[in-house]
């Protein structure tokens, strides 16, 4: 009785590793912060106005680095991001993603949905519920 059960439960693992819901933002439980260049120039702080570079892309778990679709980019449209640390002009988690960041920094940042654009998305690009990946380059600190 004990090893049909055992057979049972090992195929159902293996189902639920394999399936594509493996990759799903489920994954992405709180904010992820990795500096790839540690800054030396300006802390950003709140109430810091802040001049970003970003690339924005779709989280995938099974992508390396977790890049999936890239859905925006500034270095694509030739011009930084201006907004004010604390002020709630862009998603909670930049705002969380940048805070601490000094000028010259730059910083991978994993947003989930709850700190995104949670259950309503934004737009064709970003579906709901979708955890983000930020690659952030911080200019300039005012």
Not at 32 to 44: E, F, L
Not at 68 to 93: C, M, Q
Not at 100 to 128: D, F, N
Request: proline share 6%.
């Amino acid at each position: 009785m004990l090893r049909p059960l055992a057979l049972f439960a090992t195929a159902l693992f293996a189902l639920c590793a394999l399936s594509p819901l493996a990759a799903l933002a489920d994954d992405v439980v709180g904010l992820v912060i990795k500096d790839v260049v540690v800054g030396t120039g300006s802390v950003a702080r709140d109430d810091a106005e802040v001049r970003i570079q970003y690339t924005g892309w779709l989280y995938d778990a099974k992508a390396p680095d977790h890049h999936g679709a890239k859905f925006d980019s500034s270095y694509d449209s030739g011009r930084p991001l201006s907004f004010t640390v604390g002020a709630d002009e862009v998603i909670s988690g930049m705002d969380s993603g940048v805070r601490g960041m000094r000028v010259g920094g730059k910083r991978t940042v994993i947003i989930p949905s709850t700190l995104g654009y949670g259950h309503k998305g934004a737009g064709p690009e970003i579906p709901p519920n979708s955890a983000l990946v930020f690659d952030i380059e911080l200019l300039d600190v005012r």
